[in-house]
């Protein structure tokens, strides 16, 4: 348990230690916001700085763009909240960092440099902990060693306390087996659809005055939406990509920036596990050579994980020596002879072998014309967004637009399910759903590089067209409403016969048999209904009438089949579920915790530096 517990506090630091580094990196360049802005806040007598608070956001920025997979923009973010978000996260670690000072809480200068050691970006060449590597990857981005050795302390606190207040806790085994229990029921039943087919004679010719009140009282299942009509002027790099012929050296520079992809030598995709010396590490070859063991075995026994052992892809020149042969002596997947490194005796598991690679520039001549004409167009499009701004300011309207510059002006009727042209990006359509009459026109980006400027004419609000106009729809949905109501009836006589006793077939039905179900099933080309309604039944040999979009589903149940607690799969997935649960309940008593320590210590926030450090994001 101790090595177990060594091995996690290792990988938390070194996780801490690459966080803060990647924070830093995100702040570095970020400027904008002077030299008298330095906290936006407290809690406590802990500061929150301004720098903590910018990287924060910029990094939310960067996530949220990569997970819509286009750009986030600080208008959105403080739309959406996100900047809130951001400073209740940063209130929170705060809060705790406080609550450790308070408390006098700390780790001494021997466990952070016990810390820092284990981090291979600050290790010299003998792989030993080097100052001036450290002080150089830390001045890359933009962190004073002091200020990164206080992060590092305050975090190795917080995690101290949040082991003090959550550790050992743990859900009564009853949770997990009464949820498995729940989750792992099997049932069996049988089915039949309920068809027009079954419906001997056709439904009655609506009059009138049916067809009137039909369509009054289903006002909502015909009124035409909500309509925006909107103007606008845009320009996409596709609509100025034929005006664009990337020259020779153009196209030579794009293929030297993709060298690398295009011509690569000889590699290796390999995992690397170090021994104390090299009988240790012959023994294990020989080992391995014999069937006796396996390479994933060693690494369980070294308390590692792959992940840890993982070199990733690597070419010859990226090896030492001695390294590189006995690596590349290997011509397809194996284990090398044992090697001396820096880390000391090693094998290599070789998983896979690249072979080299060397495309000219004719055989991808048209990939990179085809990349250079979308750069430059895309470059050509943002180039005029200034002039647009520019225009737009000075009075320009989105007609005059379209005939003094590039922009191509145009009208839509925009609604929510308008996905043609313009419509079909999503920046467009989130600014015509929140546009209103009367707003300024301003010049936005689209995720494909092109840009557009919009103006809202006129909102024409949901109505009901006449009965005249939509006759022949009205008279449809009606008789589709008939067929149902009647289907629906019919299902209710033939559920009485099946509960006294009848089968399905002698009810003229065509039965389907579902055996063993589970809950997170499904039963093909039918609604989720029903096999929601099979679980709801109580007991085998109750019927229920399942609703459905042509008519009704007929079911029966015919057997409920315990979850089986004792089998591996349950005993695997058990565990699973109380270490979940148990997760789930120390966040759930932390985060109360961080809340109490938060109100106790109070926070203060100065709105003219938060409003500062918003402005700086761009």
Partial sequence: MAKSGKSSASRFAVWVILLLLVLGLAGFGAGGLGGNITTIGSVGDTPITAQEYQNGLQQELNFESRRRQQP???????????????????AAVSALTEEARVIGLSVGDGEVLNQLQQVQAFQGPTGTFDRDSYEFALERSNIRPAEFEDSLRSTAARQILEQSVTGGLTLNDAYAETLYGFLGQRRSFRWATLGA????????????????????????????PEIRKISYAWLTPDMVAAEITPNEDELRALYDERSDEFNQPDRRMVER??????????????????????????????????EDVD???VARDDLDGPIAEAVFALTEPGISAPVET????????????????????????????EQATADQA???????????????????????????????????????????GIAGYDNFREEAA?????????????????????????????????????????????????????????????????????????????????????????VENMPVALLVTAFDLEAAGETALVPSDEGAILVKLLDISDADLEAEDAQAFLSQLSQ????????DVFELFGQSVLSRHGLSLDQVSINAVNASIH
């Fill in 72 to 90: 986030v923009s600080m208008q959105t973010a403080l739309r959406e909240g996100i900047d809130l978000r951001v400073r209740e996260r940063i």
């Fill in 273 to 306: 596990l170090s021994f104390i010396d090299t009988a240790a590490a012959t023994a294990a070859k020989a080992a391995l050579d014999a069937g006796e063991t396996t390479f994933d075995a060693l690494v369980e026994e070294r308390g590692l994980t792959l």
């Fill in 342 to 369: 820096s880390l000391g005796p090693a094998l290599y598991r070789i998983n896979a072998v690249l072979e080299a690679r060397e495309i000219t520039l004719e055989e991808v001549r048209d990939e990179l014309v």
């Fill in 311 to 313: 070199q990733g892809e």
């Fill in 580 to 587: 979940q649960g148990s997760a789930g309940l120390a966040a």
């Fill in 378 to 420: 895309r470059r050509a499009v943002l180039d005029q967004m200034n002039d647009v701004d520019d225009l737009l300011a000075g009075g320009a309207s989105l007609e005059e637009l379209g005939k003094d510059t590039d922009l191509v002006f145009a009208q839509i009727d925009f609604f929510d399910e308008e996905r043609s």
């Fill in 197 to 224: 087919d079954l419906l001997t004679t056709p439904n009655a010719v609506p009059t009138d005055a049916e067809l009137a009140e039909f369509h009054s009282e289903n006002a909502a299942q015909f009124e035409t």
């Fill in 434 to 522: 929140l546009m209103n009459e009367g707003d300024f026109p301003e010049a936005r980006e689209l995720s494909d590089g092109g840009i557009f400027a919009a103006r809202l004419d006129e909102i024409v609000a949901p109505a009901l067209p006449p009965l005249e106009d939509i006759r022949e729809e009205v008279a449809a949905a009606w008789d589709a409403a008939q067929t149902k109501r009647r289907l629906t009836e019919l299902g209710d006589a033939l559920k009485a016969k099946l509960d006294a006793g009848e089968t399905m077939e002698a009810l003229s039905l065509e039965g389907r048999t579902e055996t063993d179900r589970g809950r997170t099933d499904f």
